[in-house]
């Protein structure tokens, strides 16, 4: 806890300076506090993405991520009732700006999905999805977008399947407890976290304002983008050997 001694000069002046820094120190502490959340989700992103990196049977991701768009991750969608019912939970997407291959972000985003596509008896299931058109990430870039409308998308193949040709908006890969498929994406709601995004940026940004235009930047967050970037540059040489 932080704590001020304020002396009295007589004249006031010690009580305002006093004050002004303590004001000072409060605002910094609130902001830092505040990105608490925001970043925990950055870093929970990111395990996600390097677990999905590293799974043998994740090829189609890997190869395809030199030519992703942007890349949208949910570390943890939590299920509401059995079965049926809803599933909701945070969401970070990375944009890859095209002349220099590198990606920008997080954009901070909420999901709301259909339950019905988890396998029966599973409640939590994390999600990396390859935005593989301008349209899929112009769908992202709106305060509200809804999954199969706004933008198509399909189930990302896994193991055996991993040289299909997938023509779409968007493709998902789920895993809920190690097993692939727990979660249907399709006619999932995402809406901007706006409440996150000011916590994190310090100032109310729109998506355009951080993965196109970069007018915002959080050093935090320079690891998981440098290490996207990586990865992209390196499945692309491998690719071309």
Request: glycine residues 10%; charged residues 15%.
């Amino acid at each position: 806890m932080l704590s001020t001694r304020i002396i009295s000069t007589g004249t006031g002046r010690g009580w305002i300076a006093a004050l002004a820094v303590a004001s000072s120190l409060a605002f910094v502490s609130g902001h830092v506090s505040a990105q608490t959340d925001q970043q925990e989700l950055v870093n929970r992103a990111e395990t996600t993405f390097n677990t999905f990196l590293r799974d043998p049977d994740m090829t189609w991701l890997q190869r395809h991520l030199p030519d992703a768009k942007g890349v949208l991750i949910a570390p943890q969608i939590v299920k509401a009732g059995f079965i049926f019912g809803g599933a909701g939970g945070r969401a970070v997407l990375f944009a890859r700006d095209a002349a220099t291959g590198r990606f920008t972000g997080p954009a901070f985003y909420d999901i709301a999905a259909a339950s019905v596509g988890f396998q029966a008896g599973v409640s939590v299931s994390e999600t990396v999805t390859l935005i593989m058109t301008e349209k899929g990430l112009n769908s992202l870039l709106a305060s509200t977008a809804k999954i199969g409308g706004d933008a198509s998308i399909a189930a990302g193949p896994v193991g055996s399947g991993a040289n299909a040709d997938i023509t779409t908006d968007l493709v998902a890969f789920s895993r809920a407890k190690g097993l692939y498929g727990g979660l249907n994406l399709e006619g999932s709601v995402i809406h901007v976290s706006d409440t996150f995004n000011r916590a994190y940026y310090g100032s109310a940004v729109l998506p355009p304002d951080i993965l196109i235009n970069a007018s915002v930047h959080n050093p935090q967050s320079e690891h998981f983008a440098d290490a996207l970037s990586r990865e992209a540059s390196r499945q692309r040489t491998s690719s071309m050997r």
